[in-house]
């Protein structure tokens, strides 16, 4: 099976799991997007961006303050919570989960998808 | 003089820090730029590229640094150069009093480019502007009259540097400063005849 099969496939996965995401996504942390399931039409590309610099930001502001490296960041809006996860360092993956979605089993789940995802790339 | 500049022990007192913007297409300089020139540890957002850019490393968010100059602090933005992260060029240009648009003198083929994004932000913000043509170490590069004749902007507002020594860095800083003066100046003046004022765009409209 191909790398992008791969991550189509953990991805995919991770949304049957959880069927209430609204979305997930693997980029490179640079920005450019690998693979997505994004369910109300936004620009993969587009989403991909901005999940590489919240990461980087993140992951720039977790060692200043010596928080050691970063794992995840959040964006909280009254709607949707986003979620993203350091994916090894070549990757990040993001999930767009809608307010009051259980977090504890996005965190598990997801979690388990960026490891895997992290090995795949 | 005391070249560290600490906004909290300042702040209310001394001279409100001006905040500038470096932008421009991917390997111009911009993170070398702000380097050179911060006089504080530089936050800055690298991670690998995965593209061939010519470079490992590529910046995702912003670099973020600061200087006194004169007596005048500054806060330097530099930002991501790729289109993909043009939202960073909104966010980063908010509220900046001037703006450093670098371009490779080695790289005509991105010219085009650089245009671009000194045209989306020119058309949010109303900001001053130099063109800093950079890598000037190199034998093959273009002047900075010939760029300015491509920008279509006078000599005046185009200069040659090389972004990797803080003395060229520092003197295109001073070249910007001048030309943010003169706008504050010209700006306060034409603010009075409401039908010459440029309308400045608010952000957030796509």
Not at chain 1, 61 to 86: D, F, K
Request: charged fraction near 15%; include cysteine.
């Amino acid at each position: 099976m191909s790398k992008q099969e791969t991550l189509y496939q953990a991805i995919n996965q991770l949304r049957a799991s959880i069927p209430e995401l609204r979305g997930a996504i693997v980029a490179s942390s640079d920005g450019l997007a690998i693979a997505h399931s994004l369910s109300n039409g936004e620009d993969p590309n587009r989403v991909a961006a901005m999940a590489a610099t919240a990461l980087g930001l993140g992951k720039r502001i977790s060692e200043s303050l010596n928080a050691g490296s970063l794992t995840e960041t959040s964006v909280s809006g009254t709607n949707a919570q986003i979620y993203l996860y350091a994916a090894g360092q070549k990757g990040v993956l993001a999930i767009v989960a809608p307010a009051g979605a259980n977090i504890g089993l996005i965190h598990m789940e997801a979690r388990e998808t960026a490891k895997a995802v992290a090995s795949i790339l | 003089m005391n070249p560290l500049y600490d906004p909290i022990a300042s702040f209310g007192t001394g001279p409100k820090p001006l905040k500038l913007v470096v932008a421009g297409p991917v390997g111009a300089g911009k993170t070398s730029f702000v380097r050179s020139l911060s006089e504080t540890e530089v936050v800055g957002t690298d991670e690998l590229a995965t593209e061939d850019i010519g470079k490992t490393f590529t910046t995702v968010a912003m670099d973020f640094g600061t200087l006194v100059l004169d007596g005048q602090p500054i806060f330097l933005f530099g930002t991501p150069g790729q289109d993909r992260f043009d939202f960073m060029w909104e966010v980063l240009c908010e509220g900046a009093l001037g703006l450093v648009l670098l371009v490779a003198g080695d790289k005509p083929s991105e010219f085009s480019q650089a245009r671009r994004i000194l045209e989306f932000i020119t058309s949010r913000i109303s900001v001053p502007f130099i063109v800093g043509v950079t890598r000037q170490d190199l034998p093959k590069v273009w002047s900075s009259e010939d760029v300015a004749e491509y920008f279509g902007l006078p000599t005046a507002q185009v200069v040659s540097l090389n972004a990797t020594r803080s003395t060229s860095s520092i003197f295109t800083l001073i070249h910007l400063l001048e030309l943010v003066g003169a706008y504050q100046l010209s700006e306060s003046f034409v603010s009075s005849d409401a039908g010459l004022a440029e309308p400045q765009n608010g952000f957030g409209q796509q």
